[in-house]
């Protein structure tokens, strides 16, 4: 039987791939292949010389016939001194191997006429090793008289040290035969002589002879020669790497080290075949037990960085590229970061059988990195897994603070014959990269015909007739029988080739509980099996008795005469009653008569130094239940006793209520009690929760009774009573009911009520109490006292009441005076108080101020009153009174408003010299000064055909004097004054008559003479005004010039504006709130445009949205959006009298309301009917679905029903029957879920079913309902001369009047018009409108329960043509 994998080795069947470093190429590295054919039997040698050390040989088993029909028996691997010959060679290599980066060195290989012959002879302690050094060809071959077996055995001899040789000169490479693959024989040269070395030693009984023969496969031959004295140089050995011999798979480091491939001592590594094949996902079958008479390989591996090109593509190499990569592929470049050491924890191979599960942990530590790096799996060599999770496929991530390790785990769940292959595990932090691979073998489940061990190691609590015999603690584990589905597996055989971490998981996934003596038998069945001297027939590995019975355990003697010792748990067995001590020939025998539990233990027999042992597992006999448990049926507080009798006194049994175990500590409401066969479960003082099923389970069975604990009638005798308080003033309620040990709990407005430092909960007896000490506003509502356990209750509404208060210090005006300024809007907003909510009334003097006034109006809310006027006027300067009143009491206080104004707009100004480019102007004052002093004014000019007026001063010119300059002579300019006094700027005075600045400033602009009577001046700039004259000239001289009567403007080349609108744009431009808007809008014209923007018919204000122009676009920036943003963006471009038009529509969408009005329809069985309306504010987004949540009364905890509901109704399924619940409702929109919810004011309770359901009475519904506008009219762009059309949609009862209007005129009786209603659906169709039907349209429906009416824009557009 194999060993068991270590921790860090690779399970059978499986490959290991190591990341290489990723600052150097990995290096071939050399191997020595050994491989020593089996010695036939009994053939000695005559050998002379010193005693070698001793040997341990293992006789050989059964002979089974061969392929010549020979019976000669196939020899056992022998491995002697291996691990000494090993530390001989790597202390010899180690001192002067080559460094890693250094080629491996050349070895000499020749064809050898005939192989090698070595002959050993079994002493009967020393070891006799021949070698004979190749001699020439004989005339004949040597004949061997053993059969070949089918495989080479492997003997590894380490020699004793002889006396210190001579030196030799060099180690000396012998001629081997050359095979299909490449061999090496090292061997290090003895002292020089031209004979072979014979020893002659003592002849055995049973003497052993090797004889090497060339087999099939290629035969190396490692023999180390005695060691030269310490101060003489090591030999250095040479090696030639041949390519690794296909299917090895499990490394095993001779320095027992946990790492093999990565050892740190450097150690030579070995590899050892196993006959599975790799390639295939197919489970391998068991390995074959070490008394086998099968060869075996041993492949050792030098400490080099070098790995031959071969190698590099094997699928079982240290190096593994992954499934799908073919050895041609790996010299290709592979585009992956430099790995790095990332993981600190590789994931590890595994083997699981088909159904298992199974685990792979990941490890990184982040103590370097900033952020969680990036972890993939994949199978094969490209499917990721992360779009693979689910049932079978769990991806988990965790991260613990305080070691800062980062832990990836990939868990498999119940695996199948398609999950078995490579899987490769990838992180990646920035620049850093890592990587590693493992492999998943899926077993089929085999039928194994050996001893079920899964029975024999578990517990017997499962009360299963063939139930485990080890551990009898197992009866006090009490749980449910159930039946075994597992399929019948070898446990032995997944066990013997699983690592020891994973016997605890193999031993819960097959129901072994005892892992104690699983291990301990495992241990044994691991060892190797010897050949015994003393023993004909050992113990077997395990008996099994009965509690009572009887047990023989029978050993058979080789030699009768030896001296038999018994022993148990390391104790020697005297005889007595119990033990006694049989002899029939060779056979001993123990008897252990009246086998109990202290029996249970490990039995050893030594014959002289021979000892063998075995285990006795005593089975207890299941207890069964004689007499089982009663139903009990009774009230609160009463006692309660469950009575149930077994087979057997003191027997061990567990009670459960509902399947879980009842505890039974010395707090507990519960009690245990047992007499003989008698056992009882006691409940003092019963409670409700006391109601379910208890049981009874003991190793043989389970009773089962159930209890039920029903509510003593609820008496009030006391109501609650409904209060009036004064604010701040205690509040005591009371109340009283029979039973008076029931405690209750106490409900405000369907809210629990807690005790703390201002409220009291009392409980006396009957008497329950709620004091608050000093009451507030929001004591005020709905009282509730609800009994523990009943569905009754006891209400009563609580009224708080305070006298109203007018609170004018938070203002902060100076005696109470407000200042405003004539033409801005004036709101004054004074905090009040009081319960109920008081009355409110504003005056003037004697006249009271209405809330339904236009202009001066008085508005009331819960906790102010506020005064608005919105266009302030001087009349509104006065005092303004305000009067509260409620049923607690009356208040009153006044406030003072002034109106201040700009002053009126100076006189028109007075030009009273102009020079070239400058004039001299005056003013008179305004005649009325705003009611505060002139600070100065400001002066502005123009061009007379200009509209736009230029600021001249920045400061306030204090002077009713002003000097302007800079101005273009030969154009008319105009010139206006404002005043400027404490409250801002007056309107602008009148403008001055027109003046020209002239000078006398001609310039020539040819400088040649011209005969034509045209000519072009050019070079002049934009929008200057020029005057221009023309002289003759002849022989005589220049005449005189005439000028033109009026100047000319210069203008540039006119280029029709036009908008292009980015295709984002031609939709709905939807943002969230707060988000921000950024549009620019490119156009083209010349000159530069004129871009206004509208929003919705209006200017659009400043304060709210940026918009930037420049030559050639227009930005809108929003820094922060809000819902009064969303609207339709008219932009209009102008370049004189062309115009273009484009639309934005932007819409700001946030998160919607709750919905309205949820209620509970209907309650029948197990389900809740559900009603309700969609949310008042949409969010302004369309609702796109609801989410259900549930509550049961009880725990107020908050399930998700049901999510991306889309329908108003809905009918709540699977309720749990006497549980109360509330419902809520959370409505969504495309920016998500509601911020609150509505839940429902009633509870639905979930009654059991067979109850009679009282049929309701039903009222007809009035179907009569006024006008409604399901659909409205929308603004509307016609073309003249094309016929148009309005719709809109209107539901009433009875049906309405449609009535049409255009500019709130009715359309009756024109031709123009057609008007059509069809279903509610009604049309205006306009034939062939002109420009001028444009205009407001109106549709008005009226019933005799009322109107409704819906407008419209109509705008009808001229045809252009190109």
């Known amino acids: 039987m194999p060993e068991p994998t270590k921790k860090d080795e690779t399970p059978n069947g499986e490959k290991e791939s190591v990341a290489p470093d990723s600052s150097e190429a990995p290096m071939p590295t050399p191997e020595i292949s050994l491989e020593v054919s089996p010695p036939p039997p009994e053939q000695p040698v005559e050998t002379e010389g010193k005693d070698p050390q001793p040997i341990e040989v293992i006789k050989p088993v059964q002979p089974e016939p061969v392929e010549n ?90 020699p004793p040290p002889p006396p210190p040789p001579p030196p030799h000169p060099e180690p000396v490479v012998t001629e081997v035969t050359q095979l299909p693959e490449p061999v090496v024989t090292v061997v290090t040269p003895p002292p020089p002589h031209p004979e072979p070395v014979v020893t002659k030693v003592t002849q055995l009984p049973e003497p052993v002879v090797t004889v090497v023969t060339p087999p099939p496969q290629p035969v190396v031959t490692l023999v ?75 492949s050792i591996e030098l400490p080099n960085d070098s790995v031959h090109v071969s190698a590099m593509g094997r699928k079982d190499s240290v190096w593994s590229l992954g499934e799908g990569q073919a050895p041609e592929d790996l010299d290709k470049p592979v585009d992956t970061p430099p790995l790095s050491s990332l993981l600190i924890e590789r994931p590890q191979g595994g083997s699981i059988t088909v159904g298992g599960d199974i685990s792979f942990v990941a490890k990184v530590e982040a103590q370097d990195l900033l952020r969680k790096p990036t972890i993939k799996w994949f199978k094969g060599k490209w499917m990721d897994l992360a779009s693979k999770t689910g049932k079978h496929l769990q991806l988990k991530e965790t991260f613990d603070r305080r070691t800062k390790i980062h832990t990836f785990e990939m868990h498999i769940i119940k695996a199948k014959d398609n999950y078995a292959g490579n899987y490769r595990c990838e992180v990646t932090y920035k620049d850093k990269f890592d990587s590693c691979s493992f492999d ?197 507080n009463e006692r309660i006793e469950l009575e149930c009798e077994v087979s057997e006194e003191g027997a061990q049994v567990k009670w459960c209520k509902n399947g879980v175990e009842v505890p039974t500590g010395p707090r507990s409401r519960y009690r245990v009690k047992s007499d003989g066969l008698k056992h009882w479960l006691i409940i003092d003082d019963a409670s409700k929760e006391d109601t379910g099923t208890f049981s009874l389970m003991a190793s043989g069975g389970t009773s089962e009774a159930k209890v039920q604990v ?63 000490v000093n009451s507030t506003l929001h004591d005020a509502g709905d009282y509730t006292f609800v009994p523990e356990g009943y569905s009754q209750s006891l209400c009563a509404k609580i009224h708080i009441v305070d006298p109203p208060r007018v609170h004018l210090e938070s203002l902060n005006f100076p005696d109470n005076t407000v200042t405003i300024v004539a033409g801005n809007k004036l ?127 920045f400061d306030l010119n204090k002077e009713t004097t002003f000097e302007p300059k800079k101005m273009i002579e030969g154009v008319p300019y105009e010139v206006r004054v404002f005043a400027v006094n404490a409250i801002g700027v007056s309107k602008p005075s009148e403008p001055s008559k027109a003046f020209v600045p002239l000078a006398d400033d001609w310039r020539v602009t040819n400088k040649e003479l011209t005969e034509k009577t045209k000519y072009t001046i050019t070079g002049l700039p934009p929008e200057a005004k020029i005057l221009v004259r023309v002289r003759a000239i002849n022989a005589a001289g220049a005449s005189t010039p005439r000028t033109l009567q009026h100047s000319i403007l210069v203008k540039e080349v006119i280029e029709p504006p036009k908008i292009r609108i980015p295709r984002h744009l031609k939709q709905t431009y939807t943002r969230k709130v707060g988000e921000a808007v950024n549009l620019v809008i490119p156009f083209m014209g010349k000159p530069r445009p004129k871009v206004s923007w509208l929003k919705e018919g209006q200017t659009v204000d400043p304060t709210q949205v940026t918009i930037r122009n420049t030559d050639c676009d ?6 922060k959006a809000e819902r009064k943003h969303s609207g339709m963006y008219d932009m209009k471009v102008e370049v004189e009298n062309h115009v273009d038009t484009a639309i934005v529509d932007i819409q700001i969408v946030d998160l919607p309301g709750p919905p309205q009005c949820v209620k509970i329809d209907e309650v029948w069985g197990g389900n809740v009917a559900l009603d309700w309306t969609p949310p008042k504010d949409n969010g302004n987004a369309a609702i796109t679905g609801y989410t259900i949540q549930k509550a049961d009364k009880k725990t107020m905890e908050w399930y998700t029903c049901i999510e991306h509901y889309h329908r108003t109704c809905i009918t709540i399924t699977e309720l749990v029957v006497g549980n109360e619940y509330y419902f809520r409702i959370y409505s969504e929109n495309m920016v998500g879920l509601s911020e609150g919810a509505t839940q429902t004011k009633d509870s639905a309770l979930i009654v059991k079913e067979g109850m009679q359901l009282k049929n309701p009475e039903y009222i007809d519904h009035d179907f009569k309902e006024p006008p409604k506008f399901t659909q409205p ?58 420009p001028y039907d444009g205009g407001m349209y109106s549709c008005k429906a009226i019933n005799d329960l009322g109107d409704a009416l819906v407008e419209c824009k109509l705008e009808v557009k001229v045809p252009t043509q190109d």
């Open 69 to 158: 029909g020979s019976k000669e028996p196939e020899p056992e691997a022998v491995v002697v001194g291996a691990k000494e010959q090993v530390e001989s060679v790597n202390s010899e290599v180690k001192e002067e191997a080559p460094s890693p980066c250094s080629p491996p060195l050349p070895a000499t290989v020749k064809e050898e006429a005939e192989p090698v012959v070595t002959e050993v002879n079994q002493p009967p302690e020393p070891v006799v090793t021949v070698v004979t050094p190749p001699p020439p060809p004989p005339p004949e071959p040597v004949v061997t008289d053993v059969t070949q077996p089918p495989e080479p055995v492997v003997t590894v001899v380490t």
């Open 224 to 298: 180390t020669p005695p060691p030269p004295p310490p101060p003489e140089p090591v030999v250095t050995v040479q090696v030639t790497p041949p390519p690794p011999p296909a299917g090895l798979e499990e490394c095993v480091c001779l320095c027992k080290c946990t790492n093999m491939c990565m050892c740190i001592c450097k150690n030579v590594c070995v590899y050892i075949d196993k006959d599975d094949d790799a390639t295939t996902n197919t489970p391998s079958p068991p390995p074959p037990p070490e008394d086998a008479n099968t060869a075996k390989k041993l």
């Open 440 to 636: 998943l073998e899926v077993k089929e489940l085999e039928q194994s015909q050996s001893v079920d061990i899964r029975s024999a190691f578990k517990r017997s609590s499962e009360g299963h007739e063939d139930a485990g015999d080890l551990d009898f603690s197992g009866l006090l584990k009490h749980r449910e029988p159930k039946q075994d589905e597992t399929p019948e597996v070898d446990v032995w055989e997944i066990l013997k080739s699983a690592r020891p971490d994973q016997y605890e998981k193999i031993a819960f996934e097959y129901g072994i509980t005892d892992l104690r003596g699983l291990l301990k038998r495992l241990k044994k069945t691991k060892k190797e099996e010897k050949k015994s001297e003393a023993f004909a027939k050992k113990l077997d590995p395990a008996y099994q008795a009965d509690k009572g019975g009887k047990i023989r355990l029978v050993v058979d003697l080789a030699d009768p005469t030896v001296e038999l010792k018994w022993y148990k748990n390391g104790q020697e067995i005297r005889p007595t009653p119990k033990f006694i001590f049989e002899q029939k020939g060779t056979q001993r025998i123990l008897v252990i008569n009246n086998c109990g539990l202290n029996d249970d233990a490990a039995y050893s027999v030594a014959a002289g130094e021979e000892k063998c042992t075995t285990e006795l597992f005593v089975k207890e006999l299941p207890v069964k239940i004689t007499k089982g448990i009663e139903a009990v049926k009774t009230t609160v």
């Open 710 to 772: 029903e509510l003593k009638p609820l008496k009030i005798i006391q109501d609650l009573q409904d209060m009036t308080v004064l604010l701040g003033q205690p509040l005591k309620m009371h109340c009283e009911i029979f039973p008076g040990n029931v405690p209750g709990r106490w409900y405000r407005n369907g809210q629990l009520i807690q005790s703390n430092d201002r409220i009291n909960i009392l409980q006396r007896a009957k008497n329950h109490r709620l004091e608050i």
């Open 827 to 953: 709101r004054v907003e004074i905090p009040i108080s009081g319960e109920p909510a008081p009355r409110v009334v504003w005056m003037k003097g004697e006249r009271v101020i209405l809330d339904s006034g236009h202009r001066v109006r008085a508005e009331t809310f819960p906790d102010h009153t506020s005064l608005t006027i919105d266009i302030a006027e001087k009349e509104d300067t006065g005092n303004y009174k305000i009067v509260l009143q409620n049923e607690a009491g009356e208040a009153g206080a006044s406030v003072k408003v002034k109106v201040v104004d700009i002053p009126d707009p100076p006189e028109v100004p007075l030009v009273t010299e102009v020079g070239g480019d400058w004039c001299s102007m005056t003013w008179e004052p305004p005649i009325y000064d705003g009611g505060s002093p002139i600070l100065g004014y400001f002066i502005e000019r123009k061009k007379k055909q200009s509209s736009r007026w230029m600021r001249l001063n």
């Open 1114 to 1119: 227009s930005i809108i920036f929003i820094r």
């Open 1273 to 1330: 009219l929308i603004n509307t762009f016609a073309i003249a001369g094309y016929n148009a059309t309005l719709n809109c949609s209107v539901r009433a009862n009875p049906r309405p009047k449609v009535i049409w209007m255009k500019n709130k005129i009715a359309i009756i009786d024109d031709p123009r018009y057609r008007m059509f209603s069809n279903q509610g659906v009604c049309t205006l169709e306009i034939r062939k409108p002109s």
